[in-house]
């Protein structure tokens, strides 16, 4: 096992299609976090997203990792662009190195992409009372989003989550706002 300040180095970097394979794997372990929720522990034995929806982001420019010292994924944000949006996917760290900032420094990274894109907005959807899911969100600044104002996309999103398996109402839509940063700078 590595030591703490061993799992401290990190960096954020674009994912390479040849690394694809291995973020199911890292989103598993993730999951695994769920084990700790009666409700959902359902969650730690599911499927996790195809390494062919990561070639995908991989290929479009939307898929970064967070590699350790020796450049080994232990973390990954995948997402898409959507009109003026940019719409995580799945972000996912895994369990060993859970706590050590590294989601943080995923979304982060992504707001620098985005801006640089001239996208308006970040939007995601998540558990609203899971602690690492919209608690932490919030922190980094996203806004849950009312039903009642959602766009198709983002409405056909929740209905397919609750179509495979996540509990009515469990799941809320959040966006953040790039042009808030942009007028900052």
């Not at 929806?53 to 944000?77: E, I, K, N, Y």
């Not at 932490?136 to 996203?142: E, H, I, L, N, Q």
Request: charged share 25%; proline share 4%; net charge positive.
């Amino acid at each position: 096992m590595n030591s703490r300040a061993e799992k401290q180095s990190f960096q954020i970097r674009d994912a390479r299609l040849t690394e694809a394979e291995q973020l199911p794997a890292i989103e598993i372990s993730a999951a695994q976090s769920f084990r700790s929720l009666p409700a959902l522990t359902w969650i730690a034995t599911s499927d996790a997203m195809s390494a062919d929806a990561h070639r995908r982001s991989v290929r479009t420019g939307t898929c970064w990792v967070a590699v350790d010292a020796m450049d080994t994924p232990v973390g990954f944000l995948t997402a898409s662009v959507e009109h003026d949006d940019v719409h995580i996917l799945e972000m996912s760290v895994a369990l060993p190195w859970q706590g050590y900032g590294i989601g943080k420094a995923l979304l982060r990274h992504l707001e620098q992409w985005a801006l640089r894109k001239k996208l308006t907005g970040i939007t995601l959807t998540t558990f609203q009372e899971v602690p690492w899911n919209a608690p932490f969100y919030s922190k980094m600044g996203f806004v849950i989003l009312p039903n009642k104002t959602l766009d198709q996309r983002l409405a056909s999103v929740l209905d397919s989550e609750h179509s495979h398996g996540f509990p009515k109402d469990s799941r809320c839509a959040m966006r953040f706002d790039l042009r808030r940063i942009a007028h900052q700078k």
